[in-house]
Structures are given as C-alpha cells and as structure tokens.
C-alpha cells in the first residue's frame, strides 16, 4: 500500500509539475503578445500623433487664407471656407486628442476658472465673425455671480469653443443660437448651448457620445461623431461634465465644472475681458474691435503660407512686416541693436517656435541675453511673441519663462493677432 501510494504521489507531483510549466508557459505567452499589443498601440498613437503635426502646418495656413479673402467682398464664400477649415482643424485636434487620451498622455491643468469670463471671451469671438452673418449669437447671464470652478482653463476653452461652433455649423438661416450661464441642479457652474438646427427627427439615437455614428437619424451628425465624443472624455478627464439633450427643435449642450476647492492651485484668469463687455447679455451686433495699429514689425516662420497670412493680417492691422525664414535670420536682421544698442529696428517681433537652424526660444534667449549684457532696462526691451499650435498652460508658461512677452496661436485669428499687437506696443 505504501509503495501504491507513493507512486499514486509521485504520479501527481509529475502532474503538478507539468501543469505549473504549462501555466508559466501560457504566462510567458500572454505576456509576450501584451507587450507586442502595447508597441503595436504605440506605434499607432505615434502615427496618429504625427499625422497630426503635419496636419497642422497646411491646416493653419488655409484657416489664415480665408482670413484674407474676408477683404475680398464675397463674405458667404468667406465664411463658407471658414466652417470647411474649422471643420478640418477640429477634427485634427480630436484625433490627437483621442489618441493622447487612449494612451493616457494628455497633460491636464488643475487651476480655478472663472467660467463666466471664460465663456463671454469665446462667445465675444464668434460674434464677431457672425456679425455680418444671418445666424445670430446671444449670451444670458447669470442672475447671481457663478461659484467659481477647476479644471484647465485652455481644455475647457476648447469645449466650450467647439460646441459654439458645432451649433453655428449646423444652425438654420435666421437661427438664434443662445448661450446661458448659470449654475446646474447640484450649484456647479454651468454654460449650457441652444443650437439653431431645427427639428430632431423621433428616431433619433441615444447614443450621444459615441464615435462616428451617422448611420442612424437624419442629421445625426449634430449631436455624434469623433469630436463629441472626445469632447466628453475630455470633461470627464477633469471632473467636469458634458451632457447633450435632444429637443424638439434643438441640441442642448451642458457643460458643469467641479467647484474650486481650497486645494485647487491658484489661478488668474488668463482671458482678459474689456469693461464694455461687463453687461448680462452680448449679441452679434456688439463691436469690441481693438484699434488699427501701426508698427513695424519682423515676422519669422519657416513656411510660406504661415508667413504670407502674416503678412496680409498684419498690413491689414495698419503694420509694416518683414517676414523672414528663421531665427538666425531674425538675428542678422538686428545685428546692430544687438551688438551696440541703441533704437531697435522694429517695434515688435514675431516668432514661430519651431524653425529649422533656430527656433524661436532659442532665438529669443539670444536677443534677451544681449540686451542684458548691454544693460538695456526690460521695459525698453523689444517685444516678443510666440507663434504657437501648443496652448497648454505649460507651454505658454515656457514662452514666458525665456523671455517671451506673449503668444498667439495657430490659426491665426485677426482680432487675437490684432488685440494682442496692440497691447504689445502700447
């Protein structure tokens, strides 16, 4: 019997034994096939990530091409280019936003947002390109000061951006598209947009959120897609909350922060708003336009687009620019300044970050190094802007740290190039 037994035990160690190989095997397997799933996840984000950087370039181009032909007088093409191109660009940056999201590497600022100023900056833009328009734009106020809320100022400027311009997209001639501030059901702050779209057939889809599908409802293309869907994830990613409800006539858009608490890092809010605007209510035919300027001004960017855009807005703006290719460039157009002192050739200089032979930080902490070792005061020093498609707080906290006085990003925009100009050289 013990002998029976012992064999019965060894039989089963052997057993055990096999099995156990067999499970570190099938471990070492899946192990194996995650790590190629994860390089093959990666190589895909990097893709995405790329296809997008070359995106932007001829994307940015075209958004400031149709800036120019707003002079030409044909305003219903104009605004025509302008939708296709704000289309385009939005879908670029959901893509690399979805892909940043998926592979968990979409930095996101904590920071106190006053969302009511935040709201009546975006809202005051698109007002002004409505207003020669037959859609019209109207902001409601809150009846009581918003609590303030957390999040990232630039994320939520983007949502709260992309729904306005989804809603003119799709609104009606003569719509009325309205935004309202004010606190939601729980007392967070709340910006909520009424489209212009008409009616919402029955049949409708539930699924708001989800990626590309316009298979369903006629018109489904208002309320699914790529770019609400990162939209959501987007919100979610800092706590806030976007909501959709189909009416009978109307897409509602929701968008709650998280009230600020005392942890939440101090903020100043980053969208200055004019005193004219301090009223409860804005429509399109408000005008907050910045005066014309005249400065000269030295421009670089590495493509001719970029720099014929620059050329046309700021000439339009009252400027004379000298556009050039890069940052060492930039340097021998100011040679003399920078080895002597003395009066700076031009009022303002513009500066791509990213050019071959010398980007724009580079270019930048040379000029300031020089005027300080020529012991020229900073507030007499010359202006420098950046021109960026990177709008992180971080990224124009890095401009700003190496000597920049301040940024404008891609696309350009007249009434941003024009506003921030303007403040430069006063």
């Known amino acids: 019997q013990i002998d029976s037994l012992s064999d019965e035990l060894s039989t089963s ?22 790590t190629q799933a994860l390089q093959s996840f990666s190589r895909l984000m990097d893709l995405i990530n790329a296809f997008g950087s070359e995106m932007r370039d001829p994307l940015n181009g075209a958004v400031g091409l149709a800036e120019l032909l707003a002079d030409t007088g044909d305003r219903l093409r ?43 900056h975006v809202t005051i833009r698109y007002a002004r390109h409505l207003k020669d328009s037959d859609i019209n734009l109207e902001l409601i106020g809150p009846k009581e000061p918003l609590p303030t ?21 799709f609104a009606l001639p003569g719509g009325l598209i309205r935004v309202y501030l004010e606190p ?55 706590d806030a909350r976007l909501t959709a409800e189909l009416s009978h006539d109307e897409v509602i858009w929701k968008i709650s922060l998280s009230r600020a608490t005392k942890d ?67 340097l021998d157009k100011m040679t003399a300044y920078l080895e002597t002192g003395g009066s700076a050739p031009f009022d303002l200089i513009i500066l791509d970050l990213m050019m071959p032979r010398l980007g724009g930080l580079e270019t930048t902490q040379i000029i300031r190094s020089a005027e300080e070792g020529l012991g020229i005061p ?23 740290n190496n000597g920049m006085n301040g940024f ?19």
């Open 78 to 120: 104009v605004d025509q280019l302008r939708n296709v191109n704000d289309q385009l660009t939005n879908l670029v940056y959901s893509l690399l936003d979805h892909a940043n999201l998926e592979s968990e590497s979409l930095p996101l600022d904590r920071e106190v947002i006053n969302l009511e100023q935040l709201v009546r």
């Open 13 to 34: 160690q052997g057993t055990i034994e096999s099995n156990h190989q067999k499970l570190i095997d099938e471990r070492s397997r899946l192990t194996s096939e995650a």
């Open 184 to 238: 939601d059901e729980e007392g967070r702050p709340c910006c909520s947009i009424h489209d212009a779209g008409g009616p919402i057939p029955s049949t409708a889809s539930d699924e708001l959120f989800a990626l590309a599908s316009y298979s369903g409802a006629a018109g489904a293309r208002r309320w699914t897609g790529m770019e609400p869907a990162v939209l959501h994830s987007l919100a979610e990613a800092m």
């Open 264 to 330: 939440t890092a101090a903020y100043k809010a980053a969208v200055p708003i004019a005193a004219a605007i301090a009223a409860d209510s804005l429509s399109t035919h408000d005008t907050l336009l910045p005066p014309v300027v005249s400065a000269s001004v030295l421009v670089a960017d590495d493509d001719e687009v970029n720099r014929l855009v620059a050329t046309g807005l700021l000439e339009r703006a009252g400027c004379a620019p000298t556009v050039v290719n890069d940052g060492q460039e930039v």
């Open 378 to 400: 900073a507030q007499d020093r010359i202006p420098i802007i950046a021109i960026t498609a990177k709008t992180s707080e971080e990224d124009q906290q890095n401009c700003l």
């Open 408 to 426: 404008v990003s891609k696309p350009y925009r007249y009434e941003e190039l024009q506003t921030l100009i303007a403040r430069m050289v006063d």
């Open 149 to 169: 809320g957390q999040g990232d100022s630039t994320r939520i400027t983007q949502i709260i951006d992309a729904l306005i311009a989804r809603s003119t997209l």
